[in-house]
């Protein structure tokens, strides 16, 4: 596609519910990225994942938290039994490898605002 | 892992100069960004640093010392559209993973 698109843009659920967020990346992209940014905040690094490489989960917060990527192409990044701090927006990013011909920058979809009640 | 560092505000005048200073910390440094984030917007890509020296892009310029853990972003000849949010983010190479981490984000306010 032309950009990295994110469904959906809005969700409202209740605590304890179980969500997924979905990504589609820009097609040939190779890396793909999840960040965390609750109002006013930076991005918190999630998770990313690299071609077939093993993802590097190091910023999932807790264990409700996960997220997997089918084929080399589409993420879901699923919040199991959600609290009322997972409130935020979550955004997701895609790049190509970073080569001496591109800087691999990440290109960000416009997010999916998380709100739990 | 990485420590990122910015200052969380400032304000400047419209036609002035800014300058927004990151400094960072990380073992395998493999690139440097910054990015323009509106509220309530996603981030969009400004410049990019790997190698020391200046990078410049119109009205923008970035700066680059590995040695130093240091960049700056400057912007020439503000416009109210400015007003943003400049994200510095390092990315980190290590072990086949390239890490990319953001610091907490300059909030600018440019003022008439």
């Known amino acids: 596609g032309a950009g990295v698109s994110q469904s959906p843009s809005n969700k409202v659920t209740e605590k304890g519910k179980d969500v997924e967020l979905r990504c589609d990346p820009i097609?040939?992209?190779?890396?793909l990225y999840w960040y965390r940014q609750s109002l006013g905040q930076g991005l918190e690094f999630l998770i990313y994942?690299?071609?077939?490489?093993?993802?590097?989960k190091s910023g999932l917060p807790s264990d409700r938290f996960s997220a997997e990527r089918t084929g080399g192409s589409v993420s879901t990044l699923t919040i199991q039994r959600t609290q009322q701090e997972d409130s935020a927006v979550y955004l997701c990013?895609?790049?190509?490898?970073?080569?001496?011909?591109?800087?691999?920058?990440?290109?960000f979809g416009e997010g999916s605002r998380l709100t739990v009640l | 892992g990485q420590n990122i560092d910015q200052p969380t505000e400032m304000t400047a005048t419209e036609g002035a100069i800014v300058q927004i200073n990151c400094t960072y910390q990380?073992?395998?440094?493999?690139?440097l960004f910054w990015y323009q984030q509106h509220a309530g917007e996603a981030p969009t890509f400004l410049s990019y640093?790997?190698?020391?020296g200046l990078e410049e892009k119109g009205r923008f310029s970035s700066f680059l010392s590995r040695s130093k853990g240091y960049s700056y972003l400057l912007l020439k000849e503000l416009q109210m559209k400015d007003s943003a949010s400049y994200l510095c983010?390092?990315?980190?190479?290590?072990?086949?993973?390239?890490?990319?981490?953001f610091g907490i984000g300059t909030k600018l306010q440019v003022i008439p």
């Open positions: 990013a895609s790049s190509l490898s970073p080569q001496r011909t591109h800087t691999g920058e990440l290109f």
């Open positions: 983010a390092v990315r980190d190479y290590k072990g086949g993973y390239q890490k990319v981490t």
């Open positions: 990380t073992s395998g440094f493999n690139g």
């Open positions: 994942f690299q071609g077939n490489s093993a993802p590097d």
């Open positions: 097609s040939g992209h190779t890396a």
């Open positions: 640093n790997v190698l020391d």
